[in-house]
């Protein structure tokens, strides 16, 4: 959690230090014709609040991958996450868990090399209990998970980004489950080719 803090001051420092920023171009929504480019990318993520779920359960690192393209009015996107939750009571079992997801948000270029990136996401959340003498019938659970993220990008190469990201999960399970994530990991952009354009469009 330290470094994550400590990479979001190096982040905004060096944009700010940055020389050739002009104040009319500080902030604005990113424009772009619909599917024009394809964003992907793989971050580093762990769940760090604590409520009454973790008393239960305790949450390893995990992993998350995401595909992001413009679309008519802002940017779709797609992505899964992975995650392990250990159990803190040997009579419960530990689950694996996967929430993947469909979502749309709004990118805005803050500073010259800094791009801020807010959205919501709605999937289902799956969680597989591993325990061998779980009843075949309650080994696996699947609910509808919203998800509201915000993810700052600072580019590192033309075509390349070093990104930060926070999340709220809300599984709609018979107790809700309140999940907020911390994530870091680096994104991708290239032209979609002229195939895939037509066919997304």
Known sequence: MRTLILLICILVCSAFLHKN???????FVVEESPFEKIKIGIQYTNNFNRNIFHNTWHPSGGIKGFFETPFYIGRMQFGLKLMNFNTKDLNIPEFFSWF?????GIEFRTLRLVRLYSGLNIGSFQMNFE?????????SESELGIDFMVRLSFQILKNANLNIEGSYL????NKKINLFYASAGLDYSFNAPDWLRDFLK
Request: cysteine-free; aromatic content about 16%; hydrophobic content about 30%.
């Open 170 to 173: 809300r599984i709609f399970t």
């Open 21 to 27: 920023i002009s104040y009319s171009q500080s902030v």
């Open 131 to 139: 325990k061998e003498d779980v009843e075949q019938g309650l080994k």
């Open 100 to 104: 993947v997801y469909g979502g749309w």
